[in-house]
């Protein structure tokens, strides 16, 4: 079956202790990103890639890494979480990046709370 | 400016009855992509429908029907037969091209519609 998939699906941590939100897709897609979910504030993207080894900074980079060394992963890390980084973790994938027609497909969602 | 309007915080339908999510959107690029997704209690994002900006003939898929008028800026959802398992929150996005040429392709979302379905 076609899909996102990330783990944890839930995660409650505590400040400062470094975490990794893994996503992995299967549909050989080129593009995949990382948004963050927020109340009032909607889905905003934290990081982006447009293929393998190339990454780039979504609109709230701040507190979060990313690496992409396969196709197929695409994983965040949370070096030094806190609190206002409790949020609903979307990882997203679409066959290329430079098209505005592609769909992007989404994973599951983490949640994370961090206290 | 936002990019992408819902005006319809939420929404009651009977079941087996039609309903009709609004969404309009500001772009002034020529090409870009109009999409619907499905958010339900649970948390996931479901891909419902797409329309391109340059498709001439409204998007269907199943029971969703895309109404999309270009001149106007939008593109409302239309659920036909409504049911139970329709309840949720409704998301419309845009993909557009960066300013810049290079950059993020990303979606961008509205606030959403919660619909809910009443038997």
């Known amino acids: 079956e076609a899909q996102v998939t990330q783990n944890p699906r839930y995660l409650i941590t505590v400040t400062g202790k470094k975490l990794t939100v893994t996503c992995s897709q299967n549909m050989n897609h080129e593009y995949m990103s990382w948004y963050r979910q927020d109340p009032g504030l909607g889905l905003r993207q934290i990081y982006y890639s447009m293929n393998v080894e190339v990454t780039d900074k979504g609109d709230v980079p701040e507190g979060y890494k990313v690496s992409r060394k396969e196709k197929r992963n695409f994983p965040l890390i949370l070096e030094s979480p806190s609190p206002n980084q409790t949020s609903l973790y979307f990882c997203?994938?679409?066959?290329?990046?430079?098209?505005?027609?592609?769909?992007?497909?989404f994973g599951p969602g983490t949640r994370l709370t961090v206290l | 400016a936002q990019k992408i309007t819902q005006t319809q915080p939420g929404m009651f339908v009977q079941e087996k009855e039609a309903v009709t999510l609004d969404c309009t959107y500001d772009t002034s690029d020529q090409s870009y992509g109009l999409f619907w997704y499905k958010q339900p209690s649970s948390g996931e994002m479901i891909f419902l429908i797409y329309?391109?900006?340059?498709?001439?003939q409204n998007a269907t898929e199943g029971r969703y029907s895309l109404n999309f008028q270009k001149a106007r800026k939008s593109a409302n959802l239309v659920i036909s037969a409504s049911q139970l398992g329709d309840s949720a929150m409704y998301f419309c996005a845009m993909r557009e091209a960066p300013y810049s040429g290079a950059g993020s392709y990303q979606l961008t979302f509205g606030k959403g519609t919660k619909l809910s379905v009443i038997p």
């Open positions: 997203a994938s679409s066959l290329v990046g430079g098209r505005v027609t592609d769909t992007q497909y």
């Open positions: 329309q391109g900006s340059y498709d001439e």
